[in-house]
C-alpha cells in the first residue's frame, strides 16, 4: 500500500519461526518463499532471516531506489561474505572507493566498440563446439548442454579477455567452481556454526578454492612468461596504476581479479544459454520460428556481428529465457543509513532482498508469467513496462559490466548453433531450478544433438 507519509511499525509478511524467522524454509526452497511473499504481501513484506532482517522489494520504483537513486545509502549484503572469502575483495564483492578505482580500471576492456571486435573470437568458439557437435550428433548419445556452455563460455572468456589457456586446469575448474557455488550458495541461508570445521563439505570446498587459484595463477604466470603486451583486460589489469601512488596492483589483487572476471564470465552466460536450449526444446513453434529466421538470415554460415541486428526473434528468445531463469536470480543490499521503502522505515543495518525471479514473475508487468512468450519483449508490447520489472544483469552503479559482452555472445552462440542443431531433452529427465548463487538445473540437462539442414 503506498500511502504519503512513513507507516509506522513494519510491512507485512510471512510469520516464520521464533528466532529462526524464515531461516530454514529459505534454506528449503528460496524461491518458494520469495514468491509467496510477494503473491501475499504486495509491494513491500518483511522478511526475518536467522538473525536479519529486511524486505522483499517488489515495487520497481522502490527497486530503481536502492540500486540506482539511493545507491550510495547500500553497500553489498553481508550475505555476499562467503563469496568474498572465496572470490577476494574484488569488482564483485568491493566496496567505496577501491571499488570505485577497480571499476574505472576494468571500464575500458567492456566499451561497446572493443566488445563488437571480439565477436570474431565468440564465433570462433561457438564454430569450434559446432565441429564437436557434429561428432556428437553421430554418436547419437546424450551429452550435458550445461557442461556443453560451461566449455564454450569458459575459452570465451580465456581467449577474449584474458589471452591466456588454463593448461593442465582446464579439465578441472568447471567441477571445482561446481563445488564452491553449492557450498557459498548453501551458506548464503545459513548460520554458519560448522564454516571453518574439517567436514568431508568443508574440506571439498578447500579443495576446490585451491584448483581455482592454481588455474588463475597459472594463467598469470603463463602470461607473464609469453611477455604478451595485449589490449585486452588482463593487460588492462596488469598495466593499471593507481592514479595517486603510480603503483600497479599486487600480485594478490590482480589473482583476485581475474578470478572474478573468470567466474562471473563463465559461469551466469552458460547458464543463460543452457536454459534458452532448454526452452527452445520445449517449445517447438517458437523454435521452429527461430530456425526460420536464422536460415532466412544466415543462409547457412556461422552468425557474425553485423548479422545481429536482423536476429531480433532470437535476442528475444534469449530475453525471455533471462526472464523465466535469470541466471543471478536474486542479490541484496543493506542500508548504511535509514531510508523509506513504499512508505515504510528501513532501519540502518536492515537488508533490501531485489529478486529478479519474483520481479520477471509479477503478472502485474507480465501477464500469464509462466508462459514462455518471447514476443512480450517486442517494442510494441514493452513500451508501458517499466524498466526496474527486468533485471537480469542488475542496475545502477554496480550493474554488471560484462551485459553487452554476454549478450554478443550468447546472440552469436543460439543463431549459429540453433541453425546447424536440434537439441532435444533426455524424455523424462526432471529438470528443475535450482537457485545457489546462480541459478542452475539441479538435475543437470542431458540433451541429444541432431544434425539439423538449414532451409534456405
Ligand atoms: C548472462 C550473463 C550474466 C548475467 C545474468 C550477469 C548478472 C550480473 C548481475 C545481476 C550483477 C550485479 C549483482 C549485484 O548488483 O549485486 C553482475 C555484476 C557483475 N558481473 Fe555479470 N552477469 C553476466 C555476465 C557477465 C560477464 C560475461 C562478465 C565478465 C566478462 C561479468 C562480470 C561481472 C562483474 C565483474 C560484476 C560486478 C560489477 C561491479 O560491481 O562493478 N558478468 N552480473
Known amino acids: 500500500m503506498r500511502t504519503g507519509g512513513v507507516a509506522a511499525g513494519r510491512p507485512p509478511g510471512p510469520r516464520g519461526l521464533p528466532v529462526l524467522g524464515m531461516l530454514l524454509a529459505i534454506r528449503r526452497d528460496p524461491t518458494a518463499v520469495f514468491m509467496d511473499a510477494a503473491r501475499r504481501f504486495g509491494d513491500v513484506a518483511y522478511l526475518k532471516i536467522g538473525p536479519r532482517r529486511g524486505y522483499l522489494l517488489t515495487n520497481p520504483a522502490d527497486v530503481r531506489h536502492v540500486l540506482q537513486d539511493n545507491a550510495a545509502n547500500y553497500r553489498k549484503s553481508p550475505l555476499y561474505d562467503t563469496l568474498r572469502q572465496s572470490l577476494g575483495n574484488g569488482l564483485l564483492t568491493s566496496e567505496g572507493a577501491f571499488w570505485l578505482r577497480q571499476r574505472r580500471i576494468a571500464q575500458p576492456a567492456f566499451h561497446r566498440q572493443r566488445i563488437a571486435a571480439l565477436a570474431g573470437v565468440m564465433a570462433e568458439a561457438v564454430r569450434e563446439i559446432g565441429v564437436d557437435w557434429e561428432a556428437i550428433a553421430s554418436t547419437k548419445q546424450p551429452v550435458d548442454i550445461g557442461d556443453e556452455m560451461m566449455r564454450l563460455t569458459r575459452t570465451v572468456v580465456l581467449r577474449a579477455l584474458l589471452g591466456a589457456n588454463l593448461g593442465?586446469?582446464?579439465?578441472?575448474?568447471?567441477?571445482?567452481?561446481?563445488?564452491?557455488?553449492?557450498?557459498?550458495?548453501?551458506?548464503?541461508?545459513?548460520?554458519?556454526?560448522?564454516?571453518?570445521?574439517?567436514?568431508?563439505?568443508?574440506?571439498?570446498?578447500?579443495?576446490?578454492?585451491?584448483?581455482?587459484?592454481?588455474?588463475?595463477?597459472?594463467?598469470?604466470?603463463?602470461?607473464?612468461?609469453?611477455?604478451?603486451?595485449?589490449?585486452?583486460?588482463?593487460?588492462?589489469?596488469?598495466?593499471?596504476?593507481?592514479?595517486?601512488?603510480?603503483?600497479?596492483?599486487?600480485?594478490?589483487?590482480?589473482?583476485?581479479?581475474?578470478?572474478?572476471?573468470?567466474?562471473?564470465?563463465?559461469?551466469?552466460?552458460?547458464?543463460?544459454?543452457?536454459?534458452?536450449?532448454?526452452?527452445?526444446?520445449?517449445?517447438?513453434?517458437?523454435?521452429?520460428?527461430?530456425?526460420?529466421?536464422?536460415?532466412?538470415?544466415?543462409?547457412?554460415?556461422?552468425?557474425?556481428?553485423?548479422?545481429?541486428?536482423?536476429?531480433?526473434?532470437?535476442?528475444?528468445?534469449?530475453?525471455?529465457?533471462?526472464?523465466?531463469?535469470?541466471?543471478?536470480?536474486?542479490?541484496?543490499?543493506?542500508?548504511?543509513?535509514?531510508?523509506?521503502?513504499?512508505?515504510?522505515?528501513?532501519?540502518?543495518?536492515?537488508?533490501?532482498?531485489?529478486?529478479?525471479?519474483?520481479?520477471?514473475?509479477?503478472?502485474?508487468?507480465?501477464?500469464?508469467?509462466?508462459?514462455?512468450?518471447?514476443?512480450?519483449?517486442?517494442?510494441?508490447?514493452?513500451?508501458?513496462?517499466?524498466?526496474?520489472?527486468?533485471?537480469?544483469?542488475?542496475?545502477?552503479?554496480?550493474?554488471?559490466?560484462?551485459?553487452?559482452?554476454?549478450?554478443?555472445?550468447?546472440?552469436?552462440?543460439?543463431?549459429?548453433?540453433?541453425?546447424?542443431?536440434?537439441?532435444?531433452?533426455?524424455?523424462?529427465?526432471?529438470v528443475e531450478a535450482w537457485p545457489l548463487i546462480t541459478l542452475r538445473p539441479r538435475f543437470g540437462m542431458p540433451m541429444t544433438i541432431e544434425r539439423r539442414r538449414a532451409r534456405h
Not at 585486452?232 to 603510480?246: K, N, P, V
Not at 589473482?255 to 520445449?282: C, H, I, K, N
Not at 542496475?395 to 555472445?409: D, K, M, S, V
Open 168 to 430: 593442465p586446469f582446464t579439465s578441472r575448474i568447471d567441477g571445482a567452481w561446481k563445488v564452491m557455488n553449492e557450498h557459498i550458495g548453501d551458506s548464503f541461508w545459513s548460520l554458519g556454526l560448522t564454516n571453518g570445521w574439517p567436514t568431508p563439505r568443508n574440506r571439498r570446498f578447500q579443495a576446490a578454492r585451491a584448483v581455482l587459484r592454481g588455474a588463475v595463477e597459472y594463467a598469470i604466470r603463463q602470461r607473464r612468461e609469453q611477455g604478451a603486451e595485449g589490449d585486452d583486460l588482463l593487460s588492462m589489469l596488469m598495466h593499471a596504476r593507481d592514479e595517486d601512488t603510480g603503483e600497479s596492483m599486487t600480485d594478490e589483487q590482480l589473482r583476485v581479479e581475474v578470478t572474478t572476471f573468470l567466474l562471473a564470465g563463465q559461469e551466469t552466460t552458460s547458464l543463460a544459454l543452457t536454459w534458452t536450449f532448454y526452452l527452445l526444446s520445449q517449445h517447438a513453434a517458437v523454435r521452429e520460428r527461430l530456425e526460420g529466421e536464422v536460415d532466412a538470415v544466415l543462409g547457412g554460415r556461422p552468425a557474425a556481428y553485423d548479422d545481429l541486428p536482423n536476429l531480433p526473434l532470437t535476442r528475444r528468445v534469449i530475453d525471455e529465457s533471462m526472464r523465466l531463469y535469470p541466471p543471478a536470480w536474486g542479490f541484496s543490499r543493506q542500508a548504511l543509513g535509514d531510508d523509506e521503502l513504499g512508505g515504510y522505515r528501513l532501519p540502518c543495518g536492515w537488508l533490501a532482498f531485489l529478486m529478479p525471479y519474483v520481479l520477471h514473475r509479477l503478472p502485474t508487468h507480465w501477464p500469464d508469467p509462466d508462459r514462455f512468450d518471447p514476443d512480450r519483449f517486442l517494442p510494441e508490447r514493452s513500451a508501458d513496462r517499466p524498466k526496474f520489472a527486468y533485471l537480469p544483469f542488475g542496475a545502477g552503479p554496480r550493474q554488471c559490466i560484462g551485459n553487452q559482452f554476454a549478450l554478443l555472445e550468447a546472440h552469436l552462440t543460439v543463431a549459429t548453433l540453433a541453425q546447424g542443431f536440434r537439441l532435444t531433452l533426455v524424455p523424462g529427465h526432471p
